[in-house]
């Protein structure tokens, strides 16, 4: 499954770069993802990357999810094990990133869907973006103390 996942990345950072005008990965593109969004165009640019990147982590956690609720069906000591694990500090960090990833994700594809519907203008879009990134992080922090808050206490 691993596999599967990295070759949907190569393909789509692929075809990304190639819609963005070049076919291969150099010292530009490292330059151009590093620039400050201060643009509308280069913030749009970074929303559509990270909204594929959160897209591709969620993906990844339900083939895990699956693949660990499956466990039970192979051992039950196993399945216990494992979520087990899941209470540790680490797991309790990624579990953060996922809340993020989840709210950025799903915030972003309903900004997308109204730039749709409604026909806004790149302003308001990135207006829109602002509003999605604020709420993410806002929620997103909320939720990370509250997931942290067994390890911290």
Request: glycine share 8%; hydrophobic share 55%; proline share 2%.
């Amino acid at each position: 499954m691993n596999v599967v996942i990295a070759a949907t990345v190569v393909i789509m950072v692929r075809e990304a770069r190639r819609i963005d005008g070049g076919g291969y990965w150099n010292r530009e593109i490292f330059k151009r993802l590093g620039r400050l969004p201060t643009e509308r165009s280069e913030a749009n640019r970074m929303a559509f990357y990270t909204h594929r990147i959160t897209g591709i982590a969620i993906f990844a956690f339900l083939v895990l999810h699956i693949v660990d609720v499956s466990l039970f069906a192979v051992s039950s000591s196993l399945y216990d094990d494992v979520h087990e694990l899941y209470g540790s500090p680490v797991m309790r960090v990624f579990e953060c990133g996922l809340l993020f990833a989840l709210l950025f994700h799903a915030l972003n594809g309903l900004r997308l869907v109204a730039i749709d519907v409604w026909d806004v203008g790149a302003k308001v879009a990135t207006r829109l973006l602002t509003g999605v990134v604020a709420t993410t992080l806002v929620v997103a922090l909320a939720g990370s103390i509250v997931i942290l808050k067994p390890v911290i206490a």
